[in-house]
């Protein structure tokens, strides 16, 4: 069965800094991994996916992730954080079509 | 267009009470799922089903059951509530891998 390590659980930094949360997966043939955000009080939205193709995937508000599969990573970047991205993120990975399964999370805090 | 509708968004049961969680979908997706949210533990799949009339365990089914009479619809029941259901829930439906749409969840206190 498939895994996701976020290895981070809480990830500190400072506005307008870059940022990068980090995502491992066990390793399957072929795999789709997604990242979503969840706000404060709120349910989880897709920030971007990875189905296939170009490795490096663009998604929503300014982040961008890079699949690597020889080192089964696909880590969240952005290169200047604002205060609205202040959330939870949680990759997620899937190697079949009916069900994702979602890492612990990671919580990023922006300090001003 | 609503998307994925959960009701209630709030419940706090006593131990031992029955309830049923109610997910409704109006974008014609073919799949649904169950997962609840703890600290520090993540989205945990609890049910899920690939049609309707059908269902399937997820990781955490103990204690749960679902139901999808109506492809619109995904119930899910706890028979006999427990503290260790506390939780957040949260629904989602997809038509296939292109990532899920989520409710915006319900809260649910057993006490």
């Known amino acids: 069965a498939q895994s996701v390590t976020q290895l981070d659980s809480q990830v500190p930094v400072f506005e307008e800094a870059p940022v990068e949360l980090r995502c491992n997966y066990s390793?399957?043939?072929?795999?789709?991994l997604f990242w979503y955000v969840q706000y404060p009080n709120q349910g989880l939205q897709l920030l971007l996916k990875?189905?296939?193709?170009?490795?490096l995937v663009k998604g929503i508000n300014g982040f961008e992730a890079e699949f690597n599969k020889s080192q089964t990573s696909f880590h969240l970047r952005k290169p200047s954080v604002h205060i609205s991205d202040t959330a939870e993120y949680f990759c997620?990975?899937?190697?079949?079509?009916?069900?994702?399964?979602f890492g612990k999370g990671t919580r990023l805090h922006i300090l001003p | 267009n609503a998307g994925v509708t959960q009701t209630p968004k709030f419940r706090v049961l006593k131990t031992g009470q029955s309830m049923t969680l109610l997910c409704a979908q109006d974008m014609n997706h073919e799949y649904m799922y169950w997962y609840r949210q703890d600290p520090g533990m993540g989205l945990r799949l609890i049910h899920y089903s690939v049609g309707e009339g059908t269902t399937a365990k997820g990781e955490v089914p103990d204690g749960y059951n679902v139901s999808r009479l109506k492809k619109q619809n995904f119930l899910l029941g706890l028979e006999s509530a427990a503290p260790s259901q506390t939780s957040v829930y949260f629904c989602a439906s997809s038509r296939g891998i292109e990532g899920y749409t989520f409710g915006s969840g319900t809260r649910l206190t057993v006490v």
């Open positions: 990875y189905l296939s193709g170009s490795t």
């Open positions: 997620a990975v899937s190697d079949r079509d009916d069900k994702i399964i």
């Open positions: 390793s399957s043939v072929s795999v789709y």
